[in-house]
């Protein structure tokens, strides 16, 4: 698997994102479809995977340092998807990852 050896010897920060959709949305799906292309462009951007089932959504980003996370945290699109998205009961979660240790470095409702 590539993904898992890109991060088997590396610091870095995942950032786990839940979400609760209670019915198909796609106007969510193309704008989560549109912040995963836009993430792949970011730098510092390491890889992204996610999964839905029965109306829970979980996607995690890996980043290779916070300011990478802030500098998306801070996109200009980025910021609208996370306006809609906090009126849909999301959740974020920041996590370190060194080959020593990991540890939870932010979480929010």
Known sequence: MEGKALLNDKSYYAVIFTSIQSEV?????????????????????????????????????????????????????????RHKGRSAGTVIIALHRSKENMSLIAGKK
């Open 25 to 81: 949305n796609k106007d969510y799906e193309k704008m989560a479809e549109l912040m995963i292309s836009l993430a792949k462009k970011q730098p510092g951007f390491l890889m992204v995977g996610s999964a839905l089932s029965n109306g829970i959504g979980i996607t995690v980003a890996y980043w290779e340092t916070e300011e990478s996370i802030r500098n998306w945290k801070n996109n200009e699109k980025h910021l609208v998807a």
